[in-house]
C-alpha cells in the first residue's frame, strides 16, 4: 500500500510540475511585442526584395522588373499584384496584395492568399487548412519568433495569427466564407 501511494504521488508531483511548467513558458502578445519594441535591430525585409520604407518609384520599378520575370503579375486595371506560389504550400495558391504607400513609403502591406481551384464545397482547399499551411511556411521563410493564436472575443470567430520580430509583424486571418487568408505585415516602428 505504501508504494502504490508513493507511485501517485509520484505521478502527481509530474503532472503539478508540468502544468506549471506550461503556464510560466506561456508568453502574452503584449510581452511578446514589448520585449520585440525594445530590439535596436530592424527586420524591414518582406518577401521578393519587397521591403519596408521601400519608396514609391522604388516600389514601381521592382514591381516591372518581377513582372518582367514573370514573378509578379498585375491583377487587371487595379494596382494590386499577384504573385503565384505553385509547390510551396500544400495546393498551388495566389497571393494578391497592395502596400499602403502613405507618406510614399511602404509601412504597410495587406493581401490575401488563397488556394487555386478552391469551392465552397472543398474543405481541403479552405481557409481553415490554408491558415495552418501559411503559418508553417511563414515560419520557415522568416525564422525569429513563432505565430501566437489570438482569440477574438467573439467565440464563433476563428483565431488570428500573430508573428512580431522586432519592428515587423505580421498577422494572419481567415475568412471561412471565401476561403482566404488575409495578411498584414505592418511596420511598428515607422521611419519618420
Not at 94 to 100: G, K, M, T
Not at 145 to 173: C, M
Amino acid at each position: 500500500m505504501q508504494t502504490n501511494s508513493n507511485y501517485w504521488f509520484s505521478v502527481l508531483s509530474i503532472v503539478v510540475a508540468a502544468i506549471s511548467l506550461s503556464c510560466s513558458s506561456h508568453v502574452s502578445y503584449e510581452e511578446i511585442l514589448r520585449e520585440e519594441l525594445s530590439k535596436e535591430v530592424r527586420e524591414d525585409s518582406l518577401f521578393y526584395g519587397l521591403y519596408f520604407n521601400m519608396t514609391t518609384p522604388a516600389f514601381l520599378d521592382h514591381c516591372t522588373l518581377m513582372n518582367q520575370r514573370k514573378i509578379f503579375y498585375q491583377n487587371g486595371f487595379s494596382s494590386e499584384v499577384i504573385i503565384r506560389f505553385e509547390d510551396q504550400l500544400k495546393f498551388p495558391a495566389s497571393f494578391v496584395f497592395h502596400p499602403n504607400l502613405e507618406k510614399h513609403l511602404i509601412q504597410v502591406l495587406r493581401g490575401r492568399f488563397r488556394y487555386e481551384g478552391r469551392n465552397p464545397f472543398s474543405k481541403e482547399r479552405g481557409a481553415e487548412v490554408l491558415i495552418k499551411d501559411l503559418v508553417k511556411q511563414f515560419e520557415e521563410w522568416y525564422g525569429g519568433r513563432k505565430f501566437i493564436e489570438i482569440w477574438p472575443e467573439e467565440k464563433w470567430k476563428p483565431a488570428i495569427y500573430v508573428k512580431v520580430d522586432s519592428n515587423r509583424k505580421i498577422t494572419l486571418e481567415q475568412d471561412v466564407d471565401t476561403g482566404e487568408v488575409y495578411v498584414v505585415y505592418e511596420d511598428l516602428k515607422p521611419i519618420m
